[in-house]
């Protein structure tokens, strides 16, 4: 299996559950992001991780805790989210977070909060 | 504060019609500007790098440009398969790892 692969592509839960997306990629790359994409607005980064270790956090409430076990592995742990969490969360590598390398996404998980 | 700003929102072209998308930016110190294709229920998907102003880069029917303030990808003869959203990106330099993407531009290219 090659790229970027998010799972699950869609998830549907309430504002009290607890639940995790995964991503996983077959790159080989040392730098891997999460974003948020909501409708009519630009892609807004979310987290960095190079090398396993966290090197950005933009500004993102604590209800949502990312983890990178190896660099081939991300997680997002969701809990007690907000109606207004609901948006596609997209995945990424680069082969650095240098910024000169482009990224490479995965298909993204649907996120819908009741 | 760095911005993208992307133009047209949204494209109708009819199938060889070509056609510019705009990408305008302001950014301390560009690092390098990024091109994606994003089609319904997928991630985006690369397309080009470009460094620096003057640099050209092509694939098929797509060729991307770079000035000091903006870039373009031209369409050629587009085609119904050329349909997605294109997204624009630009990251700064100083040691920041937070790209800056546009809104996109929704292109439909009818048969």
């Known amino acids: 299996e090659t790229g970027v692969t998010q799972t699950p592509r869609h998830l549907v839960m309430g504002m009290t559950n607890k639940k995790s997306l995964k991503c996983e990629q077959h790159?080989?790359?040392?730098?891997m992001y999460w974003y948020k994409q909501s409708a009519k607005k630009p892609l807004e980064l979310m987290f960095v991780?190079?090398?396993?270790?966290?090197?950005e956090n933009n500004s993102v409430p604590s209800r949502f805790s990312p983890e990178c076990p190896n660099s081939s592995h991300l997680f997002l742990h969701l809990h007690t989210l907000q109606p207004e969490d609901s948006a596609l969360y997209l995945c990424?590598?680069?082969?650095?977070?240098?910024?000169?390398?482009?990224?490479?996404f995965g298909d993204g998980t649907r996120l819908s909060i009741l | 504060e760095d911005q993208v700003t992307q133009s047209p929102e949204a494209l109708r072209l009819q199938e060889g019609e070509s056609s510019s998308l705009n990408c305008s930016y302001t950014v301390s110190g560009l690092r390098g500007l990024f091109w994606y294709r994003q089609d319904p229920g997928k991630g985006p998907e690369f397309l080009f790098t470009?460094?620096?102003a003057g640099e050209e880069k092509e694939k098929e029917r797509l060729k991307a440009t770079l000035t000091k303030k903006e870039s373009f990808l031209h369409i050629t003869a587009p085609k119904p398969e050329d349909s997605a959203t294109y997204l624009c990106a630009v990251q700064a330099g100083g040691g920041s790892y937070i790209p800056t993407f546009g809104r996109g531009t929704s292109l439909i290219v009818h048969p």
């Open positions: 991780y190079s090398l396993e270790e966290r090197v």
């Open positions: 790159l080989g790359h040392n730098a």
């Open positions: 470009l460094y620096s």
């Open positions: 990424a590598s680069s082969q650095d977070s240098d910024g000169n390398q482009p990224q490479h």
